[in-house]
């Protein structure tokens, strides 16, 4: 068989000959420099830019593939993947909340080169599972550096592309060598006031921030480079003999190297200090199944006495997992029988300490409301638990693929975080809650905390209280929450209806 066709029919680069550019490679290499500026001059927290930002690299991405002759539709997982990761970005509209905005980032940052690896079918599995890690190295790192100059070949190499990109090409590299040289000299020369003086007024273009315009070229001239390296990469399958297949089944037999008995010595002592601290605490901890707190304890005191312990220990117990799952010998690509007692007894040990962990945590919200601190662990405890329950499961069904449970709880639940807006729920529970008069302690503060989600509730606490003490509270941290409030997140829906407050407080 022809080593130079792949299982999706497309054809392997020979490494020795020169590459050729196709037109639609210097087209798209051009269009990733502005799509990459505009990226470049967003802010973080931004959210419609950010939605246009991620829509039109999708939208790039899917056009550039099926215009080089991928066929987009044979890897329907990574698709999928994408997809999820388009729908998952439409969520940040939904909330101002930094932390899960900053999540729904950093997933997008890992997943979309892994997406553009697979959609072009440089994986080997069908879905991401046991060769998953090596492959995501090879997407993150491998594609997009390997090929980080062929943006600047194709436009440079490529006829059909024209002078002009030629011309563009020359002037933004000629500008970038004289960037720093520039900057050196202008810091030398400022000693003097005059020049010091000129520059500012030069410099000062009111609408135009010139250095602010230098500082998004600098970062987005990388930025395209690496994005077509990762796109031309994925389409030619330059580096098909690089982390393939056979080298990662390989490199995941090499790390294999730990013997059973040392996997299972070393796990076993974990496993007797969680049987003792069941026996030792059994009355004290545990009666967080029963709703009822230990005698001389408030709820605050009993929730907060272990919970992030607890959480600590389940993150350590996942990371255990994962160093078994990879340094552990296997038989025939299967964990021998010895370590899947241990890893079914350690995840039911860790599935226990997370149960009671999160039981504690509802006693305590029953008390005291919800807030972000209290909302956002539990959530992560959720993600844990579903990924023992899924290692549980595979000790005894070997086709379950944990992965994958992973990939699509993790995206789920920080979707459900985002299109149900947390803070607006966290705002919302705490406020119904009071008005019904079932919240013992309302913090009324912790709505100031809530950006643009508590200024609606506390607008309708002054509003709707019973307590005239309470409503003049709400005044006065509605007003504070107006005057700090910050447009940073720019346009969102919770903006959107603090907006609408603040205007008719205006009238």
């Keep these: 068989m022809d080593n130079n066709f792949n299982a999706f029919g497309q054809i392997q680069e020979p490494q020795s000959q020169k590459r050729e550019y196709s037109r639609l490679d210097a087209v798209i290499a051009l269009l990733l420099f502005p799509l990459c500026y505009f990226i470049a001059d967003l802010d973080i927290f931004s959210s419609l830019g950010r939605i246009a930002a991620f829509t039109l690299l999708f939208s790039i991405t899917l056009i550039y593939m099926k215009k080089s002759g991928v066929n987009i539709l044979q890897s329907k997982c990574s698709l999928a993947l994408g997809i999820s990761l388009l729908l998952l970005n439409f969520g940040i509209f939904f909330t101002a909340n930094t932390a899960i905005r900053l999540t729904v980032l950093l ?31 090879k997407a993150l790192f491998v594609m997009p550096f390997g090929s980080l100059g062929s943006s600047l070949e194709a436009i440079s190499q490529n006829k059909k592309s024209g002078k002009i990109g030629k011309g563009i090409l020359m002037v933004l590299l000629g500008l970038g060598i004289a960037l720093i040289p520039c900057l050196i000299v202008i ?54 003999d690089i982390l393939n297949e056979e080298k990662c089944k390989r490199a995941n037999d090499v790390m294999g190297f730990a013997p059973t008995l040392l996997c299972v010595s070393a796990v076993i002592p974990f496993i007797l200090i969680y049987l ?45 997992i994962i160093c078994i799952s990879i340094f552990g010998k296997k038989k025939d690509g299967e964990a021998p029988l010895a370590l899947r007692i241990v890893n079914s007894v350690f995840s039911v040990a860790t599935l226990v300490l997370i149960a009671t962990a999160f039981s504690k945590m509802v006693i305590y919200i029953e008390a005291y409301g919800l807030t972000l601190l209290r909302v956002l662990p539990s959530a992560f405890m959720v993600f844990l638990a579903i990924v023992f329950v899924t290692v549980l499961i595979k000790q005894f069904v070997k086709k379950t693929n944990v992965v994958i449970v992973s990939l699509i709880s993790a995206i789920l639940i920080c979707g459900i975080l985002a299109f149900a807006d947390v803070d607006g729920v966290i705002a919302k529970y705490n406020t119904d809650r ?41 005044e006065k941290h509605l007003d504070e929450a107006i005057l700090y409030r910050s447009d940073d997140m720019g346009i969102s829906l919770p903006a959107i209806r603090a907006e609408k407050i603040i205007e008719a407080r205006k009238q």
Excluded: W
């Excluded at 890992?110 to 553009?116: E, S, T």
């Excluded at 697979?118 to 190295?137: M, R």
């Excluded at 410099?203 to 390296?229: E, H, S, T």
């Excluded at 009324?444 to 509003?463: A, C, E, K, P």
């Design 187 to 240: 810091f030398l020369l400022s000693y003097d006031e005059g020049f010091n003086a000129m520059l500012d007024n030069i410099l000062d273009f009111g609408f135009f921030d010139l250095p602010l315009v230098i500082k998004n070229i600098i970062l987005a001239f990388p930025l395209a480079l690496l994005l077509f390296g990762m796109l031309y990469s994925g389409k030619s399958r330059r580096f098909a």
């Design 276 to 320: 003792l601290f069941f026996v030792s605490q059994l009355d004290y901890y545990l009666s967080a199944f029963s709703g009822k707190l230990p005698e001389g304890m408030t709820y605050s005191s009993y929730a907060k006495n272990g919970f992030f312990q607890l959480c600590a220990v389940a993150v350590i117990n996942f990371l255990i």
């Design 107 to 137: 997933i997008s940052f890992f997943a979309f080169p892994y997406f553009v690896f697979a959609i072009s079918g440089n994986s080997s599995e069908k879905y991401p599972s046991s060769l998953f890690p090596l492959e995501l190295i």
């Design 434 to 474: 009071y008005l019904a008069g079932e919240l013992e302690h309302f913090e009324i503060g912790m709505l100031s905390d809530l950006g643009d989600m508590g200024i609606v509730q506390l607008d309708r606490i002054t509003r709707e209280s019973p307590d005239i003490d309470i409503r003049f509270k709400a």
